[in-house]
């Protein structure tokens, strides 16, 4: 049995990010496409306080809504005169676009409610278990250890790409 | 009342369906890629309300969304690097006035 408080948060913030995420995806001014996509990541991210994972909760507002949506922000000031409304939307693409989002709902719904695998335990119940309890040490020492269930690679992997992109940013932007 | 896993995934799944629709729709390059990031970010969400129902005592699934952010945020810098560029070149962003390549 969760406590109404959890079921109270659970629904406000559902609500505001289905929401946001339709307004991000339906409003006509870009930068404010790009705010309502901010409040619908920082709505993921207190799920993700929610279920538990604290860390990837504080990762998910530095990462997505700090570092992704200042890109964005710049991106569209580059690129973009103020108040500038986009195009009317033309009505194949609009057709196609409710037809293909429709067809997939319905088939996710119809997956989700039919499977067997899904019926089960309550958030407190999840939360309970005795190594749910996810601290510091244990993120710290599968992100730099190099046993079974461990991610050194991956980790080593991520920062030579990241810095392949920062080098292939600074030359597909750079003035020529 | 419960919060099962279904009261997780349906969110999820109208966070993809909405991403897939601004994708369709949209023409503006920079619009496209905010809708990419919805449906990347509804993935994430999955994985990770997966590992808190059926896989409780592991931690994989968190750790396949923290790899999956750092990606995305190299994926969406590299991004904009192209659409700046094709700004320069044809002035707008626009999916529909990309024609040519440049080989």
Known sequence: MDSVGNIILYFVVAIVMVVSAFLAVTT???LRAATYLLFSLLCTAVFYFQLGYQFLGAVQIAVYAGGIMVLFV???ILTHKPNEKSAPLLPHRQITGIAASVAGAGLLLFALFKMPLVKGISLAEALSNDSAQITMSDIGHALVGSEK???LLPFEAVSVLL????IGGVVIARKQ | MDLSILWYLVPSVLLFVFGVYGFITRKNMIAMLISLELMLN???LNFVIFNRYL???SMEGMMFTLFAIAIAAAETAVAIALIINIYRSIGNTNVTDIKEMKF
């Open chain 1, 163 to 166: 810095l392949a992109c920062i």
């Open chain 1, 149 to 151: 269930f461990q991610y």
């Open chain 2, 55 to 57: 896989f409780p005592g």
């Open chain 2, 42 to 44: 509804s993935a994430d």
């Open chain 1, 28 to 30: 006509t001014k870009i």
């Open chain 1, 74 to 76: 710049f991106a569209i």
